[in-house]
């Protein structure tokens, strides 16, 4: 079965070739950029497997829609990319440094969604 992610970024280019990485390993992939765009893709499409959250969404959006995809979806979870300089107090599933590799990416994204 093929697992579907939506990704939410600020950044277009990020959000682009992160996309990228993640269609080539095999996933399908919404992309967010806005609160709003985010929002109707939880209510909207019931297939989604994970979130991937980037460092490029502002801490105040990070924190309201992770409370708002909670309370649509409880179990969905959450991964958020992270800076160094720059951690959250959104209620996420895990993180992962954004310099990370793309394979510790991926490694994490399937550990969040294996079932």
């Given at each position: 079965m093929t697992k579907s992610i939506l990704t939410i970024s600020r950044?277009?280019?990020?959000?682009h070739l992160r996309t990228l990485i993640l269609q080539h390993a095999g996933y399908l992939v919404s992309a967010a950029l806005s609160d709003r765009e985010a929002i109707h893709f939880i209510k909207t499409d019931k297939s989604i497997n994970l979130i991937l959250l980037c460092h490029s969404v502002p801490e105040a959006s990070r924190i309201a829609l992770v409370a708002r995809i909670k309370e649509l979806e409880p179990t969905l979870p959450i991964l958020m990319l992270y800076n160094g300089y720059d951690p959250t107090n959104a209620k996420v599933d895990g993180s992962l440094h954004n310099l990370d590799t793309p394979e510790a990416m991926l490694n994490m994204i399937g550990f969040m969604t294996s079932t």
């Open positions: 950044n277009a280019e990020l959000q």
